[in-house]
């Protein structure tokens, strides 16, 4: 999946205006994270298999690839968060995804 259908994606969430299904968002979202990791840092360029491990270095580093901006370690324990405690997630954060997938193109056009 590429950044555009994933941002096609969360649009498309954002504009049913409902909360969505933790599992749901956390697919999206690590499908975000293992488009822009490998953009972000190297090592991740050949990976084959995700694991919990490899996603919270990716998502470290895309952190840091946006010049620490947090976000993505806020919505990546929010999501979790809501996964493991079977609670949806509301429309608040998945704009929050959507904006984060703004920066993370800008940034991208920018290079």
Avoid: H, Q
Avoid at 10 to 33: C, G, T
Avoid at 76 to 99: L, Y
Wanted: net charge negative; charged share 35%.
């Amino acid at each position: 999946m590429n950044l555009l259908d994933i941002k096609g994606k969360v649009d498309k969430w954002i504009s049913e205006n409902v909360e969505r299904r933790a599992d749901e968002i956390y697919e999206m979202f690590v499908e975000f994270v293992k488009t822009i990791a490998p953009i972000a840092d190297n090592r991740f360029r050949k990976v084959n298999k995700w694991n919990i491990e490899l996603l919270d270095e990716a998502i470290d580093s895309i952190c840091d690839y946006l010049n620490g901006n947090s976000t993505v370690i806020v919505l990546w324990d929010e999501i979790w968060d809501a996964r493991v405690e079977g609670r949806s997630i509301g429309i608040d954060k998945i704009r929050m995804f959507f904006e984060l997938i703004n920066k993370v193109e800008k940034k991208v056009v920018r290079e």
